[in-house]
């Protein structure tokens, strides 16, 4: 797994794309896992800090239990409608999946900026996916430029 300052050195023009996405708009969504093993949807806000992915929760919320009993998580970056007019115009949209680690240690949380009095949880996320999705120059195509651990970067073209 990876830091997300680990994911700019590798494939830092993909990583910059991404961030420049995933940057746009404060709230992101974010899937976890449900103790039955459904999917759960929800709204968070996701900060890219001192070279590290940061989820951030309030205590005892349904997302934060979910991440604690099953650490996998995927992001996405809200993107805006394309003009269907032209396609091209699209800047895309953005993806990260990874393992949330909780951290409790209350150096590490202040450093972050979270109080010893917050009642809050504190995630940082190791990524072990990126992808960014959007149109060709020619407007023919969806590109979907994707990172994978272990794999590198991988470009699949659909028409």
């Known amino acids: 797994m990876a830091s997300w300052q680990e994911i700019e050195k590798e494939i830092p ?28 949807i929800s709204g968070t806000e996701v900060e890219f800090k001192d070279g590290e992915v940061w989820l951030g929760s309030m205590t005892g919320a349904v997302k934060a ?8 998580v995927a992001i996405h970056g809200m ?7 032209d396609p091209t115009a699209w800047d895309g949209d953005a993806k990260l999946a990874g393992t949330a680690v909780e951290i409790t240690d209350p150096a590490a949380r202040e450093r ?38 272990g794999q590198g970067v991988r470009v699949v073209r659909r028409k």
């Open 112 to 149: 972050f900026g979270a109080s010893p009095e917050m009642d809050s949880h504190l995630f940082r996320v190791d990524v072990t996916e990126v992808v960014l999705t959007k149109v060709d120059p020619a407007g023919e195509h969806l590109v979907i430029e994707m990172w994978h651990e």
């Open 13 to 40: 023009e993909l990583a910059a794309r991404v961030l420049a996405l995933m940057g746009r708009r404060k709230h992101k969504t974010m899937a976890t896992l449900r103790k039955d093993g459904s999917p759960r």
């Open 79 to 85: 993107s805006d409608d394309p003009d269907e007019s």
């Open 65 to 72: 239990l979910d991440l604690r009993r099953d650490p996998r």
